[in-house]
């Protein structure tokens, strides 16, 4: 079942998915050459509980943390652990909060150091391709075309491979709801959207094949070729002219800035945003 949330209902997943890129704003003053993912993963924890919310992700099919952390080659659903972050490692940290009944989802990869300039240039056309796809959420486009927009602009200029098995989603009372968001797809094609509905999109995109596998744990999303892999994610909401973001990364990305241990090179905002 498909939902169009009323004004106040909307109000409520913005706070929600507010309060998620805060959280990924704390993560972006902490990340680091040598620091474990579970410790980041305690100080998101905390933070989402001092402010009131519950983490989404935990226990949610039994997933084990706050927040999903997936390094270099790992794609979506990682689990913190004591690896120690590295010089020259990516990492998509993905987060939803919970608070009045209504759940905010957001994903943002961070670049840890020297990176290198093909892996920057990965982040960059990922995010890009994002806002690609919340230009496509308006009244009466279709599914498809979100996911034409993402896969065109990604694959046009690029090598990249879209990843197919894992997709977007409405996103409101439940995190994951009706419909799938794919991020790929045929213009005109799929369920029809409408202003109200609220979207998860999150595209993830390969440096090379778009072919991944499942670890040994249930749930690390990894590329079969070892090459990296980028994700961002917005909660968006469909509106007439384009989709309007529930989440931000202006805040997130204020944060990087501040912290030199970041490459911040493929980040949008404004210095003085
Ligand atoms: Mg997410
Ligand atoms: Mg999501």
Redesign the pocket.
């Known amino acids: 079942m498909i939902h169009i949330r009323t004004k106040e209902e909307i109000e409520l997943i913005r706070k929600s998915a507010l309060m998620v890129s805060a959280t990924l704003s704390e993560v972006a003053k902490l990340l680091k050459p040598g620091i474990t993912t579970q410790s980041i993963d305690a100080v998101a924890e905390e933070f989402i509980r001092d402010n009131g919310g519950v983490p989404s992700f935990k226990g949610y099919g039994g997933f084990p943390a706050s927040l999903c952390m997936s390094v270099n080659d790992t794609v979506v659903h990682g689990f913190p652990s004591k690896y120690e972050l590295r010089d020259g490692d990516i990492i998509s940290v ?1 987060c939803g909060f919970y608070k009045n009944g209504f759940h905010g ?1 957001s994903a943002f990869t961070f670049a840890i150091g020297n990176v290198k300039p093909e892996v920057l240039q990965l982040l960059k056309i990922t995010k890009e391709s994002l806002y690609r796809g919340i230009d496509q959420a308006k009244e009466n486009n279709r599914v498809g075309d979100i996911g034409f927009a993402i896969e065109d602009f990604t694959s046009r200029e690029h090598p990249y491979g879209v990843v197919r098995e894992l997709v ?2 409405g ?1 409101g009372k439940n995190l994951h709801e009706d419909p799938q968001i794919p991020n790929y797809g045929r213009r005109g094609s799929g369920k029809r959207l409408r202003e109200g509905m609220v979207i ?1 999109i ?1 595209p993830m995109i390969n440096m090379g094949t778009r072919e991944v596998f499942t670890w040994d744990d249930g749930w690390t999303v990894a590329t079969k070729d070892g090459m990296p892999s980028a994700h961002f ?1 917005h909660t968006t909401a469909v509106r007439k002219g384009r989709g309007e973001n529930l989440s931000s990364f202006d805040p997130i990305e204020l944060a990087g800035l501040k912290n030199p241990e970041l490459n911040t090179s493929y980040y949008t905002v404004a210095p003085d945003a």
């Open positions: 993905d989802d977007g989603h996103v998860a999150e994610e």
